[in-house]
């Protein structure tokens, strides 16, 4: 039986306990996309913490391509898939909990948030020692019985955690504006580096961090903010 990656209105946001808003139906197939000044952060806190990713990178997750078109940008070469096509040049459709072998050195994506820690483990099972795996998360991911069993309680613990001070805010459905241009721009294969406006002034309602995985790391997780 595959995933429900739709999920129902207790899933994914409701089980971290995030604010009233966790109690809203899930978006289809739990789309969520990541503002582009996210993944800027996280390519300038990697380098300040002296991590130099490989250039072959692959985003299992890709939507419309937030976090792969500023990969892009910055020289790396992105292998991008999904469960579901989302008009982003390339993506291959592929369920990430199903893949067997990766033809990649890193993995970078935003994943389904009720799979979260179910991309951890596969990513770990995929990748090689010493090749890394970042992914973006509620803070709350850190917490919780189940997680702890299954990831930090058997050594599968992210050597990094980047906290973001200031709130970040993941759109619905990839639609950072109050129309849908920035779907339109990806369909077309433009740079969507610009479409990262919040959906309000104040930002999201949701605290985020990137936790970065480095296969084969068995000390304790350090944590810095961005």
Same mark, same amino acid.
């Given at each position: 039986?595959?995933?429900? $990656?739709?999920?129902?209105?207790?899933?994914?946001?409701?089980?971290?306990?995030?604010?009233?808003?966790?109690?809203?139906?899930?978006?289809?197939?739990?789309?969520?996309?990541?503002?582009?000044?996210?993944? %800027?952060?996280?390519?300038?806190?990697?380098?300040?913490?002296?991590?130099?990713?490989?250039?072959?990178?692959?985003?299992?997750? +890709?939507?419309?391509?937030?976090?792969?078109?500023?990969?892009?940008?910055?020289?790396? !070469? +992105?292998?991008?898939?999904?469960?579901?096509?989302?008009? $982003?040049? &390339?993506?291959?459709? !592929?369920?990430?909990?199903?893949?067997?072998?990766?033809? *990649?050195?890193?993995?970078?994506?935003?994943?389904?948030? =009720?799979?979260?820690?179910?991309? +951890? +483990?596969?990513?770990?099972?995929?990748?090689?020692? &010493? !090749?890394? *795996?970042?992914?973006?998360?509620?803070?709350?991911?850190?917490?919780? @019985?189940?997680?702890?069993?299954?990831?930090?309680?058997?050594?599968?613990?992210? %050597?990094?955690?980047?906290?973001?001070?200031?709130?970040?805010? *993941?759109?619905?459905? &990839?639609?950072?504006?109050?129309?849908? %241009?920035?779907?339109?721009?990806?369909?077309?294969?433009?740079?969507?580096?610009?479409?990262?406006?919040?959906?309000?002034?104040?930002? &999201?309602?949701? =605290?985020?961090?990137?936790?970065? $995985?480095? @296969?084969?790391? @068995?000390?304790?997780?350090?944590?810095?903010?961005?």
């Amino acid at each position: 039986m595959g995933k429900d $990656w739709i999920g129902n209105s207790r899933s994914g946001m409701y089980g971290l306990g995030a604010s009233n808003r966790s109690k809203r139906d899930r978006e289809e197939l739990d789309f969520y996309a990541t503002p582009p000044i996210a993944t %800027e952060a996280l390519l300038k806190k990697l380098d300040e913490v002296g991590i130099k990713l490989p250039t072959k990178i692959l985003e299992p997750a +890709v939507g419309m391509g937030h976090i792969a078109s500023v990969l892009k940008k910055h020289g790396y !070469q +992105v292998e991008a898939a999904d469960v579901v096509d989302r008009k $982003w040049p &390339g993506t291959k459709i !592929q369920n990430f909990l199903d893949t067997e072998s990766i033809d *990649c050195d890193a993995i970078i994506t935003n994943p389904p948030y =009720a799979y979260g820690a179910q991309f +951890v +483990v596969k990513a770990m099972d995929l990748l090689k020692d &010493g !090749q890394y *795996c970042c992914m973006l998360l509620k803070i709350q991911f850190m917490e919780g @019985k189940e997680r702890g069993d299954l990831l930090f309680k058997s050594g599968l613990n992210p %050597e990094w955690c980047f906290v973001f001070s200031g709130r970040i805010n *993941c759109a619905k459905q &990839g639609n950072f504006k109050e129309n849908n %241009e920035v779907f339109e721009a990806a369909t077309q294969g433009e740079d969507i580096s610009d479409y990262d406006k919040p959906e309000s002034d104040t930002g &999201g309602q949701i =605290a985020y961090m990137w936790a970065v $995985w480095h @296969k084969g790391y @068995k000390g304790y997780t350090k944590t810095v903010w961005i």
